[in-house]
T-cell receptor, first 117, second 113 residues
């Protein structure tokens, strides 16, 4: 079945550590996204990538880094510079191109819950 | 910048009640509009979408109409079920951030039997 997988489901980090969240999709989608979800604040965009080896900062990129070496993979690293990383992280992807690109659905993974100890 | 406003929750209803969740937006140009649903501990799933003015999106008994004149996309369902309990997000597709969606804060719906 096609879809988006995120791992791990739960992740615990000690203060000062970097951690990497995995996101893989087999939908052959061009664009991928990382969102952060906090209670009462909805989803906020961290980074997005529309093509391999290129990515753009979203609204809250500070303290995070990404790479896009393969079309199907878009890992997110939460660095020690992120002062409040405890949150639910969601990865998404969508196809691009064609006249109907604005209507393309964004598909989401199941999420990773990160907790700082 | 682009933004979306949803009615504050939680919304608490009895089974078979009528549901309305209001959503208004500001966005560049004429965005496509989406409603997503999130069940506890899960990612988001597309519920319905509309791509141009006066379009009506519908799915699983839920409906929403793209109202350009009022920049609104209110979600409705005639008879809710306990299984509809979830968080609902309204999201226009922003022209400023490429194809990224702009999300509201979400509205929590709780349906009791």
């Amino acid at each position: 079945d096609g879809g988006i997988t995120q791992s791990p489901k739960y992740l615990f980090r000690k203060e000062g550590q970097n951690v990497t969240l995995s996101c893989e999709q087999n939908l052959n989608h061009d664009a991928m996204y990382w969102y952060r979800q906090d209670p009462g604040q909805g989803l906020r965009l961290i980074y997005y990538s529309q093509i391999v080896n290129d990515f753009q900062k979203g609204d809250i990129a500070e303290g995070y880094s990404v790479s896009r070496e393969k079309k199907e993979s878009f890992p997110l690293t939460v660095t020690s510079a992120q002062k409040n990383p405890t949150a639910f992280y969601l990865c998404a992807s969508t196809a691009l191109g064609g006249l109907a690109f604005r209507a393309d659905t964004q598909y989401f993974g199941p999420g990773t819950r990160l907790t700082v100890l | 910048g682009d933004s979306v406003t949803q009615m504050e929750g939680p919304v608490t209803l009895s089974e078979e009640a009528f549901l309305t969740i209001n959503c208004t937006y500001t966005a560049t140009g004429y965005p496509s509009l989406f409603w997503y649903v999130q069940y506890p501990g899960e990612g988001l799933q597309l519920l319905l979408k509309a791509t141009k003015a006066d379009d009506k999106g519908s799915n699983k008994g839920f409906e929403a109409t793209y109202r350009k004149e009022t920049t609104s996309f209110h979600l409705e369902k005639g008879s809710v079920q306990v299984s509809d309990s979830a968080v609902y997000f309204c999201a226009p597709r922003s022209g400023q951030a490429g194809t990224a969606l702009i999300f509201g804060k979400g509205t929590t719906l709780s349906v009791s039997s």
